[in-house]
């Protein structure tokens, strides 16, 4: 009887303990689900240069955070093997792909294997475009390649994966354009505009009568005018309504530009620039006055990107001295960190080097950077190698179909962000 009074004794204060508890329980769950998903949907966020404060972020693409529910770092990420992904956005039968980039016809033995790898943003997806989409998004749109024949292994993989869905297609050089294409249902042409160094050059011998270089002893070299845009691409600011550059892979080529026989000249206008300067100087000048230029005569409301340095994978020496990119899967983390390190200092260094130029000429301008760097580093096995019909291995172009595809799905992606942020 005694504990009976006891326990009725307890059971208010017992009573208020389960309900706290559960109450806490309640508030906790609750507050677990809702930690789990975001606040707001993810909405992709691509910043202008001159929003950066810090311009090393964007070398290392670190300057947007997914964790903020805004935005993706589209270069953190890894590769993911399916071995049962099915490519269906063209095929090897695609009469744009150059010869040597078609490594399913030239047998390269992991030619079908290369597109089974995805690229996976480790905060996001980055999922492959839908070009019918694209076509009808982008209707009466000018779109301009400008740049090296890395520039053209995308323009290629972007006409190829357009051209599945759509037939009617009409081939005419925009603009002065090497290679370009209309869409005729939609009126959007794509095209490719080849130039090696962006700025205009040619041979320089000196002058019998005499001059400032050859008073410093040059007798012969190539001539750049740093301040003059090469004639392939100066109407296409004025005519496209979207451009994406890149340059660089020229800039550090002995064997055409030899420091010794055949030196870059710079000349601004008209003069040359004396003392003479490196090539890294070079190039600090040419972005300059190219960016300048295409600000200038650009439309307003044109979107303006360049495209980040694409690496090379050559190993044991450099294209021309037997170097070779024989690999058949991507490369480890740690093996990528040996190849592109610039405290190595090693053949493939000039991805880095470039950036760092890049970066530097781009902050406070109104272009926008895709930066496909970092995820291309990784992709040792999808360059033609030695199928891709040279002397020697191909180790700086890109199989297709093959990475500058996810190249292109990241560059849609960037561009229907700034149309939705528009």
């Known amino acids: 009887m005694a504990a009976t009074k006891k326990f009725s004794s307890l059971f208010p204060l017992l009573s208020l303990i389960c309900f706290v508890s559960v ?3 309640l508030s906790l769950s609750r507050k677990a689900s809702i ?3 975001p606040t707001h949907p993810q909405v992709l966020q691509f910043k202008p240069i001159a929003a950066a404060n810090n311009i090393d972020a964007y070398a290392t693409g670190s300057d947007t955070d997914a964790s903020d529910g805004y935005s993706c770092d589209y270069s953190d990420g890894s590769w993911i093997y399916d071995p049962d992904a099915r490519f269906d956005r063209y095929d090897s039968s695609c009469k744009e792909i150059f010869k040597g980039w078609n490594c399913i016809m030239n047998n390269k033995s992991n030619g079908r294997d290369i597109f089974k790898w995805r690229w996976k943003p480790r905060n996001c997806d980055l999922p492959p475009f839908d070009p019918l989409k694209f076509l009808h998004t982008y209707r009466d749109t000018n779109i301009g390649f400008v740049g090296d024949s890395l520039n053209r292994n995308m323009f290629v993989s972007l006409f190829c994966t357009l051209k599945r869905v759509s037939g009617g297609v009409k081939k005419w050089r925009a603009a002065g354009a090497d290679r370009g294409f209309t ?7 794509i095209a490719y505009h080849r130039t090696n160094l962006l700025a205009r050059y040619g041979r320089w011998s ?8 050859e008073a410093l002893g040059y007798k012969e070299g190539y001539r750049v005018d740093v301040d003059i845009p090469e004639g392939t691409w100066e109407k296409a600011p004025s005519f496209h309504d979207i451009l994406i550059f890149n340059t660089g892979h020229w800039w550090w080529a002995p064997s055409k530009f030899d420091p010794v026989k055949s030196p870059m000249l710079f000349f601004e206008k008209g003069l040359p620039v004396i003392p003479p300067v490196p090539p890294d100087v070079g190039l600090d000048k040419v972005l300059k006055h190219m960016i300048q230029f295409v600000e200038k005569n650009m439309q307003r409301g044109a979107i303006k990107l360049f495209r980040t340095q694409s690496p090379r994978h050559f190993e044991g020496g450099d294209w021309d001295q ?3 990119c024989q690999r058949l899967q991507p490369l480890l983390p740690e093996q990528v960190e040996e190849l592109f390190s610039l405290k190595n200092n090693g053949t493939n260094a000039e991805a880095g080097l470039v950036n760092q130029h890049l970066f530097k000429a781009l902050k406070g301008s109104k272009f926008h950077i895709l930066d496909i760097t970092r995820m291309s580093e990784f992709r040792a096995d999808a360059h033609p190698s030695s199928a891709g019909g040279k002397k020697h291995d191909d180790c700086m172009h890109w199989c297709l179909p093959g990475i500058t595809d996810t190249w292109n799905d990241l560059f849609v992606t960037h561009l229907n962000s700034l149309k939705i942020g528009n």
């Open 23 to 25: 109450f806490l329980l």
């Open 35 to 37: 930690s789990s998903s």
């Open 183 to 189: 869409f005729l249902q939609y009126n959007l042409t």
């Open 206 to 213: 000196a002058n019998g009568n005499g001059g400032k270089l």
């Open 322 to 324: 037997g170097g070779s």
